[in-house]
């Protein structure tokens, strides 16, 4: 497998607005790579189109050399690319643990007539889902804010059960959009240490953040998109220096 994701000519276009301009990109298995760029240079349609919730105007996506541009989110989730929001988009009146149970909905085999007939099978199933989202809370920090209303938790513990709820479906590829957004310096720090213990333990993930800082510290590829279009492309040191990405993003020194 030579890429986990490569993107193909992506275009977007909204009412004649070009949003993503032919985007080519290969992002590489065990990395994490960072898309930065001005606000509306088209990064979050980016994300929307690689997990189907945009078809894209023109072009393709692959998905470990699969190609995925016309399947839907959830046939993308089942396939293993999970996916946080900048605006988060919990169940907000659920508890924290509904809500990491509502993650695994891509893969219920037992829909409402199979658990009319075969209540046993539908009881197995639920209990594998209880134990896995019991696990997950484990590993993000929250155990103890399972029985917890989501909506009512600080915003740094919101964005862990959202971060939880993608970790239900077993993601190969995690796409998170603006992860550090509205996080105080101590949430920022303890949800990126969160972040890269997932990638440690086997997750790759393409993010898309305004945080300089944490963009070139956790990067080992960055692309730069200015007006829906690639500008650059590099190590976070060879796209620091770049003429065009001083320019257009991080402004002239």
Do not use: C, W
Not at 22 to 51: Q, Y
Not at 101 to 106: E, H, K, L, N, V
């Amino acid at each position: 497998m030579a890429t986990i994701l490569k993107l193909e000519g992506l275009t977007k276009n909204f009412s004649g607005l070009v949003a993503v301009n032919h985007l080519d990109l290969e992002m590489r298995p065990r990395t994490i790579h960072s898309m930065i760029g001005p606000n509306g240079s088209g990064k979050s349609t980016t994300i929307n189109m690689i997990n189907g919730s945009f078809p894209p105007t023109e072009g393709k996506v692959f998905f470990q050399d699969q190609e995925i541009t016309k399947k839907k989110t959830f046939e993308i989730g089942r396939l293993g690319i999970g996916r946080t929001y900048q605006n988060l988009k919990l169940f907000s009146s659920m508890s924290v643990f509904e809500n990491l149970m509502a993650g695994r909905s891509y893969f219920a085999k037992q829909g409402f007539v199979n658990f009319l007939f075969n209540q046993k099978l539908a009881q197995q199933e639920e209990r594998q889902i209880r134990e896995k989202a019991e696990y997950v809370l484990n590993y993000v920090g929250l155990y103890d804010h399972r029985n917890d209303i989501a909506g009512s938790l600080p915003y740094g513990n919101q964005k862990l059960v959202e971060l939880g709820r993608a970790l239900m479906i077993d993601p190969a590829l995690l796409l998170l959009d603006e992860p550090a957004a509205g996080l105080n310096p101590t949430e920022r720090t303890m949800f990126i240490d969160t972040l890269l213990r997932v990638f440690d333990d086997g997750v790759d993930l393409f993010l898309i953040e305004h945080n300089m800082d944490l963009v070139m510290n956790i990067s080992h590829t960055v692309t730069v998109i200015n007006f829906g279009a690639k500008i650059a492309e590099g190590t976070p040191a060879e796209v620091q220096s770049h003429p065009e990405v001083i320019r257009a993003y991080l402004g002239e020194r």
